[in-house]
């Protein structure tokens, strides 16, 4: 009779999770601030480390499944071999376990070291004028500025736009290839015959312009003061900061609305007294002279410029390049920040930013709204938009004076440049329109304005060396991009700017966010689009703020 062999009882492996004492050392370690922007990069390496450890506890485990050769064969690491996925019972249920107990971990570990610390970003100096930093301290007058223009300024102008040179549209194809040149001819007759600049230089001197030094460069700004105040009250400082191609003049609409809202209809609850800066290299503010000036050197100077007003406290508001701004300010200063409000939000370093690749369907289980998911879906269109939206970024993040030369030359090839975002990025379907749908949300004066301000002070290469500084050391490489804001913050999103931001997003970066509202309608240039859904979304948070 053969005998029975007697089975060897295996001992049971226990799994070595990372030491407990080594793993909260190494939690330290990350949470501190000069090792936070390597997080993802350690939970990715604790991730493997994991579920090496897990997966060594299991009989004829499988190693690298992802990378298998085939759909249906698998490698059983550690010695295994190939073998079929039949050949393995129950494999698949253990894998989909393994790989959800690490990612839970993972998260977990994530919530852990990043969760709202109240760090602040280093204030700092900087000198950005010509040449060395005199001994000398710094004028700090506060100067009277006037636009102004002169007859060989427009005569300039005319002479140029008389020479353009144009290159027939293709057929149908309206604004899809960008700026259609048979609108073009409309406006460059009615620049050249019917525009007034001196007119419209009158318009931007009705608000009073000022002129002063700042880590050596001149900056600009308008300061509107309340015509009237109600009994008892002071009126609220807020700094409201433009984007690009945008200007300090995108703010003319909504300025009576803050600082005098009784007499526009509203009430009088809310009084603001309006500071409007150019940033630097932009308009009449003067350009840096030296590499390396980027949202954080243009927010310690605006601070500085509140300081010089005289306000130690208060608000502040910002779309595109200004929501930017304004953020790193309060990142600097939260002590100061008495509120902030934004239009748009720059929140790639966002771990929720992940769920927006797993589809509409799983949305929900991420906390989005059916609003959110109709403006992010289909996922497709939306990344497309992105796409086709976002190839000046790459230019002008990368050599920006070379499109700058011509740009700077060109009056006619200055317009259609800046006047396709005032299209496209306004309304997305406004593509589809022979006219680009232009003059649905804006007057021909009001946007030669822009572009009059641009071409007059000669700042359209200054303005996009913005971009290289900010965007060219590569995404999520600042500092800032990985702290969070600790001021009260609110946000308007607006249904047709270029990416939508949900609340989820936006409360990840901005945890003290009070108020969250889906605006009816508008895009990318807030204030200059919709002055009115702005400034009630304005005077909301406001009301909620003074409630806490």
Aim: charged residues 25%.
């Amino acid at each position: 009779m053969a005998k029975r062999q007697k089975k060897k009882k295996k001992k049971k492996k226990k799994l070595n999770f990372p030491n407990q004492s080594v793993l909260n050392n190494e939690l330290l370690e990350v949470g501190n601030s000069s090792h936070t922007c390597n997080l993802q990069a350690w939970v990715f390496c604790l991730f493997v480390d994991c579920v090496d450890k897990v997966t060594a506890g299991i009989p004829k485990h499988f190693g690298s499944w992802f990378l298998s050769p085939g759909p249906r064969t698998h490698f059983y690491g550690r010695g295994g071999a190939w073998g079929s996925e039949e050949s393995r019972p129950g494999r698949s249920g253990v894998m989909w376990l393994e790989i959800l107990l690490a990612s839970v971990l993972g998260f977990v570990i994530y919530w852990f070291v990043s969760k709202d610390k109240e760090e602040t970003l280093l204030l700092g100096d900087g000198w950005w004028g010509p040449g060395s930093r005199p001994a000398a301290a710094e004028d700090e007058s506060i100067r009277p500025f006037k636009v102004e223009t002169s007859d060989e300024e427009i005569n300039d102008l005319h002479q140029r736009i008389e020479k353009f040179r144009l290159t027939p549209p293709l057929e149908d194809s309206r604004f899809h290839y960008g700026f259609n040149s048979n609108y073009l001819k409309k406006i460059i007759s009615y620049w050249r015959n019917t525009f007034d600049w001196r007119k419209q230089v009158e318009v931007l001197n009705k608000y009073p312009h000022f002129k002063t030094k700042i880590e050596g460069l001149d900056i600009h700004f308008i300061h509107v003061k309340p015509p009237q105040l109600p009994s008892g009250r002071t009126a609220k400082p807020l700094l409201m900061v433009h984007g690009w191609p945008g200007c300090f003049y995108e703010f003319y609409k909504i300025i009576p609305l803050l600082t005098d809202p009784k007499n526009h209809g509203l009430s009088d609850e809310h009084v603001f007294e309006v500071i409007c800066p150019s940033i630097p290299g932009y308009g009449f503010s003067e350009a840096s002279s030296k590499k390396g000036f980027n949202s954080v050197a243009a927010a310690r100077i605006f601070y500085k410029l509140m300081l010089r007003l005289g306000f130690q406290e208060f608000y502040l508001q910002g779309g595109d390049w200004g929501s930017l701004i304004c953020t790193n300010m309060a990142q600097l200063v939260p002590s100061h920040v008495k509120g902030l409000h934004l239009n748009i939000a720059l929140v790639l370093r966002n771990v929720y930013i992940l769920t927006f690749f797993l589809g509409r369907r799983l949305g929900r289980l991420f906390g989005y709204t059916e609003r959110d998911l109709e403006l992010l879906y289909p996922f497709k269109k939306t990344f497309y938009t992105l796409m086709r939206e976002s190839g000046y970024m790459h230019i002008q993040s990368t050599k920006p004076d070379t499109v700058g030369c011509a740009l700077n030359d060109s009056p006619v090839g200055l317009a259609a440049y800046i006047l396709e975002k005032f299209s496209t990025w306004t309304n997305e379907e406004f593509r589809d329109l022979e006219d680009g749908g232009l003059e649905r949300k804006f007057s021909l004066d009001e946007l030669l304005t822009v572009i009059m301000l641009y071409w007059t002070t000669g700042t359209i290469t200054s303005s996009q060396r913005f971009y290289k500084e900010n965007l060219g050391q590569g995404v999520m490489a600042n500092k800032h991009e990985a702290i969070k804001v600790h001021v009260p913050t609110g946000f308007a999103a607006f249904p047709s700017e270029v990416l939508h931001c949900p609340e989820k997003w936006v409360k990840n970066k901005y945890p003290k966010l009070i108020s969250y509202s889906y605006m009816a309608r508008g895009g990318h240039f807030a204030a200059f689009e919709e002055p009115e859904l702005l400034a009630q979304d304005i005077r909301k948070f406001m009301g909620l703020l003074e409630q806490q």
